[in-house]
Every structure is written in C-alpha cells, then in structure tokens.
C-alpha cells in the first residue's frame, strides 16, 4: 500500500511539474485584453439596447461630462460600449498629458482605446507605459498595474510580456514575495487575477502566499450590519481599523470588488451566496466613481442564494479572521477579529476594543466568543465554555494550547495565524475550562 501511495503521491507531482512547464508567458490574445472578456464586453452592450438602470447611469454621467475620478476610464469604457469616438479621444489625451501617470489607468485606456489612436499617440502612450514598467514594487496594487501594463503593450514588447509577466508570477506570487492580501487591496487583487487568467490561462488561485477557499465568506462576513448613506445610494461598509468615520470611496472599492469576485468564480457555491448579498438595488453604486464599476462587473442575470443562509459565525482558520452576528438584520450585533483588531458593532456604535479589554463572552447561536483572558502566574487561562463551540481570540498565534475542560481529559489544541482557538465541548455541556500554551 505505502508503495502506491508513494507512486500516486509521484504522478501527482509530475503532473504538477508539467502543468507549470506548459505555461507560456507571452500575451497574444485580441484587445481589449484587460477584464472586458467578448462575453462581458456582448453583456454590456446589451445592456446598453436594454436601456438599463445601471448604463442609463453611467451614460448620464458620462454624457453629461460630470467630473469623476476617474474620466478616463469612464471614457474608455464608453467608447468601448458604445464606440463614441469622441469619448475616446478624451480618453487618450488625458492618458497623454503630463498628468496621468497612474500606470493601471493607463494601460486602461490603451486597451480599450487602440482603435482610437493615431499611430503617433499610441506609439508615445506605449513609450509612457513601458518607463514605467521599469520600476517593479512588491505591494499588490502596484504589481497588479505592472501585470495590467505588460499585457496592455505586450505587442510592443520583444518577448510579449513574458520578461514581466513570468516572474511576476513565478517569483512575487508563488514565491512568497508576495504577502497576504491586505485590507482595502481586493479589487487590485481581483484586477490582477482577471487579467491573468484572461490572457495566459493561469488561475493564481491556485497557488501563491493566499488560501482563497473561504475568500468570498470572508469578504462578504467583513462588513458592518448596518448600511453607510451615502448622497447616491446606500453603502455596505467594510470593516477598518481606527478612530475615523467610514470613507465612501472604500465601500467603492469594496463593492467592485466583490462584484469582480462573483464575474471572476460566478458558478461556485461561495460566490451565488455573495451575489445574491450584492444584487440589493438600494446598493447599486450611482456616484461618479462607483457607477463605472457598477457598469462594468455587476450581473443581474446572474442568479444568486439567499445571504441569509450562511451561518452567523464565520471563522477563517488560514487569516485567523471571526466575524458573527445575531442575525441579517441591519440592527444586528456583530463581532470583529481581524488583522490584530476587535471591534463590536451594536445599536449603531462601533467599539473597537483595545489591548488587554476583555468584553463579556457574546453567545451568537451556538457558539460563544471571548477575548482571551489574562493569564494566572502559572500561565493558565481560565474561561467558561457553555457551547458546542467556543471561539478564543487574541492568543499566541500558531501556537500549541493544552486545553482541560473541567471533568474532560486534557487535549491539545493549536492556534491560527490570526492567535484564535476554537474549543468544542460535547453537546448541551457547560464546564470551566483551562488552557495553558505548551512551551
């Protein structure tokens, strides 16, 4: 038997071996390359002979040359829409003043706005994008543009973007250069995922420094239950660290994000739970950034599940995130452990606890969840476990806990990345429980 596992354990090596062997990194696939597929680019234009509420908004703005934060590609995107020439040639020149430098928008507009370019203007656009390809940076949303550059111009380049592409991918993203997605860079990274897989047939899920099993739960439970009003539409708001009051442009940026998830994964189970979650009309972005985003990712014929079916507590053992709440509802109380931070959202406050706070043990259906609680001289933890599940947060992280609930014998147990330990008692027990980290 160990014979033939080690043979299985072999092919499957091999065939990994292989599968990176046939990658190939030049760029040779039809503009426009960046995130308009033929079949989103069919549904957007659809949606324009539908007259829809979402392009009758982008329209408006557009149309009626609203100032908006990003007009170039709002213009682009029209121009692809609609083929408005005229809305393409804005496009270009702003991408060609002394102004734009923003890679990501730039490579934007050149994608989608070749056919509107003199060969003089794309020849200078291309000679901008490729300076400032020059200049690689570890942070994802830089990296994200490079990725977004390389396969914009890839046609101008001697190996067609392979010599950016290929260690991008190779040595930032799967070789641990790379570090876990950070608060309020999902739609950098759902830009850079779209492009990649778009036009060489990689899925980055699949291997790299992030786990992506629980990414959409995870994305989705990391909002706060109730909504931020906004002089447009209402916002879901994401979760942040800190004194200040919630900034609309990250719920913007949250919400396409999400959007791009469902577009990007729209058959998984994960992602029908967060579209049915996003597809409430009373969220539909109408600001002049947001309404771009609304128009390019947002499905509506996409059928979605229930949001409500999902269960209240969320725990993502690969960040060491908790998110619970009482209920779906916008009064809901809600708990937060993310990155080093926990937060309660009820009666429409938000509390973020500081260190060494410990609050009252919240009860969220059938689980209890508890800051860790200040260790005895001995180092032992003492906490009262009354649940199928009880949720430890704030302890050493990827550490190992012997655990010893009261008349139970002792167990091990081991922390996550984020220092939370989940301790299950057998059903209907209620029993004192003590915990101490083992040397």
Same mark, same amino acid.
């Given at each position: 038997?160990?014979?033939?596992?080690?043979?299985?354990?072999?092919?499957?090596?091999?065939?990994?071996?292989?599968?990176?062997?046939?990658?190939?990194?030049?760029?040779?696939?039809?503009?426009?390359?960046?995130?308009?597929?033929?079949?989103?680019?069919?549904?957007?234009?659809?949606?324009?002979?539908?007259?829809?509420?979402?392009?009758?908004?982008?329209?408006?703005?557009?149309?009626?040359?609203?100032?908006?934060?990003?007009?170039?590609?709002?213009?682009?995107?029209?121009?692809?829409?609609?083929?408005?020439?005229?809305?393409?040639?804005?496009?270009?020149?702003?991408?060609?003043?002394?102004?734009?430098?923003?890679?990501?928008?730039?490579?934007?507009?050149?994608?989608?706005?070749?056919?509107?370019?003199?060969?003089?203007?794309?020849?200078?656009?291309?000679?901008?994008?490729?300076?400032?390809?020059?200049?690689?940076?570890?942070?994802?949303?830089?990296?994200?543009?490079?990725?977004?550059?390389?396969?914009?111009?890839?046609?101008?380049?001697?190996?067609?973007?392979?010599?950016? /592409?290929? @260690? &991008? #991918?190779?040595?930032?993203?799967?070789? %641990?250069?790379?570090?876990?997605?950070?608060?309020?860079? +999902?739609? *950098?990274?759902?830009?850079?995922?779209?492009?990649?897989?778009?036009?060489?047939?990689?899925?980055?899920?699949?291997?790299?420094?992030?786990?992506?099993?629980?990414?959409?739960?995870?994305?989705?439970?990391?909002?706060?239950?109730?909504?931020?009003?906004?002089?447009?539409?209402?916002?879901?708001?994401?979760?942040?660290?800190?004194?200040?009051?919630?900034?609309?442009?990250?719920?913007?940026?949250?919400?396409?994000?999400?959007?791009?998830?469902?577009?990007?994964?729209?058959?998984?189970?994960?992602?029908?739970?967060?579209?049915?979650?996003?597809?409430?009309?009373?969220?539909?972005?109408?600001?002049?950034?947001?309404?771009?985003?609304?128009?390019?990712?947002?499905?509506?014929?996409?059928?979605?599940?229930?949001?409500? /079916?999902? @269960? &209240? #507590?969320?725990?993502?053992?690969?960040? %060491?995130?908790?998110?619970?709440?009482?209920?779906?509802? +916008?009064? *809901?109380?809600?708990?937060?452990?993310?990155?080093?931070?926990?937060?309660?959202?009820?009666?429409?406050?938000?509390?973020?606890?500081?260190?060494?706070?410990?609050?009252?043990?919240?009860?969220?259906?059938?689980?209890?969840?508890?800051?860790?609680?200040?260790?005895?001289?001995?180092?032992?933890?003492?906490?009262?476990?009354?649940?199928?599940?009880?949720?430890?947060?704030?302890?050493?992280?990827?550490?190992?806990?012997?655990?010893?609930?009261?008349?139970?014998?002792?167990?091990?147990?081991?922390?996550?990345?984020?220092?939370?330990?989940?301790?299950?008692?057998?059903?209907?027990?209620?029993?004192?429980?003590?915990?101490?980290?083992?040397?």
């Amino acid at each position: 038997m160990s014979r033939v596992l080690l043979g299985c354990a072999a092919v499957l090596l091999m065939a990994a071996d292989a599968s990176a062997a046939d990658e190939d990194f030049h760029v040779f696939t039809e503009s426009p390359r960046l995130l308009l597929t033929k079949q989103r680019l069919r549904l957007l234009q659809r949606e324009r002979e539908r007259d829809s509420m979402r392009w009758q908004q982008f329209d408006a703005l557009v149309s009626a040359g609203a100032p908006m934060p990003e007009a170039a590609v709002a213009q682009a995107l029209y121009y692809q829409v609609a083929g408005n020439a005229a809305a393409g040639r804005k496009a270009v020149e702003w991408a060609l003043s002394d102004a734009a430098t923003d890679l990501r928008q730039l490579a934007l507009v050149f994608d989608w706005c070749g056919k509107a370019m003199t060969p003089a203007q794309t020849e200078r656009l291309g000679e901008k994008i490729e300076k400032q390809l020059a200049s690689p940076r570890d942070r994802l949303p830089e990296q994200a543009a490079r990725a977004l550059g390389a396969i914009a111009i890839a046609d101008r380049l001697k190996d067609q973007g392979e010599s950016i /592409l290929k @260690p &991008l #991918v190779e040595q930032w993203w799967r070789g %641990g250069k790379s570090a876990r997605w950070a608060r309020g860079q +999902e739609y *950098a990274l759902m830009e850079l995922l779209h492009a990649v897989r778009d036009n060489l047939s990689i899925d980055l899920r699949e291997s790299g420094a992030m786990d992506f099993k629980e990414f959409s739960t995870d994305y989705l439970m990391a909002h706060y239950p109730a909504p931020f009003r906004g002089s447009d539409n209402d916002f879901l708001v994401p979760v942040f660290s800190g004194d200040t009051e919630p900034d609309p442009k990250d719920a913007v940026w949250s919400r396409a994000a999400g959007l791009a998830m469902v577009a990007f994964d729209p058959n998984a189970q994960e992602t029908q739970y967060l579209q049915g979650w996003l597809m409430q009309d009373r969220y539909a972005m109408r600001d002049p950034l947001g309404a771009t985003y609304e128009f390019l990712w947002a499905n509506p014929y996409q059928p979605g599940l229930s949001y409500s /079916l999902l @269960p &209240l #507590v969320f725990h993502n053992p690969a960040t %060491g995130h908790v998110f619970a709440r009482t209920s779906w509802d +916008e009064d *809901a109380t809600w708990l937060g452990y993310f990155d080093g931070h926990l937060q309660i959202f009820q009666d429409g406050k938000l509390q973020t606890l500081r260190s060494g706070v410990t609050p009252k043990p919240i009860r969220v259906g059938d689980a209890v969840l508890l800051s860790a609680p200040a260790a005895e001289a001995d180092g032992t933890q003492r906490f009262q476990a009354s649940t199928e599940a009880t949720i430890v947060m704030g302890l050493t992280p990827n550490a190992a806990y012997d655990i010893e609930p009261d008349d139970e014998e002792l167990a091990e147990g081991k922390t996550d990345s984020g220092g939370t330990l989940v301790v299950a008692l057998p059903p209907e027990t209620e029993a004192g429980v003590r915990i101490r980290k083992r040397p």
